[in-house]
């Protein structure tokens, strides 16, 4: 199988779906700032050695490539049968941000990215899912996009931010605070 098939040549590429559109398109950009996140996950996963946390990132990276393909579909012409997402995607972010945060010190200040590597890939990848958040948003004021995507991208970037704190605690990092004027 050739990977290239210059089909895209001219700054067009089709949907699930058949339906030709510019490149340039909401949904393209969308669906690519998705994979665009999975990537760094992967990066994430490589960086930090916690069998839970990288067992986790793997559901979420396959999540993401189903949430990339329903981007991906003309809600209109597609006639092809999509993997779902859940409610119950949610929650398992949710139930563990939740187990996470058990174990963490209270939150009491703001933090600035750093301190060990993986935590600072953490923080890439939460403000690249904040920027696929933000286009999925604007693509549904116009498009067709299942409510429980933009939910689950939202609770993502939450998830990313308390793993960056988990791994700094796992590592015996401090979390760097922000202290305005210095």
């Known amino acids: 199988m050739k990977i290239y098939t210059k089909k895209g ?47 986790i990132l793997y559901r979420i990276q396959n999540l993401l490539f189903t949430i990339g393909s329903h981007l991906a579909s003309d809600p209109e012409k597609s006639l092809m049968k999509l993997p779902e997402i859940s409610e119950a995607d949610v929650k398992l972010l949710e139930d563990e941000i939740d187990s996470m945060n058990e174990k963490l010190p209270p939150l009491m200040h703001f933090i600035l990215p750093g301190g060990h590597i993986a935590s600072s890939y953490c923080h890439v990848a939460r403000c690249v899912c904040r920027r696929a958040e933000r ?24 998830y990313l931010f308390v793993l960056s704190r988990e791994i700094l605690a796992a590592n015996n990092a401090e979390e760097i605070k922000w202290i305005p004027g210095k």
């Open 135 to 158: 286009l999925i948003v604007e693509l549904s004021e116009n498009e067709s996009v299942e409510s429980v995507i933009i939910k689950y991208i939202n609770r993502l970037s939450d």
């Open 9 to 55: 040549d001219k700054g067009k590429t089709s949907l699930i779906g058949g339906v030709k559109v510019s490149k340039s398109n909401l949904r393209i950009h969308a669906y690519g700032t998705i994979d665009e996140l999975n990537s760094f996950l992967g990066v994430v996963r490589d960086a930090y050695h916690d069998k839970h946390a990288t067992d």
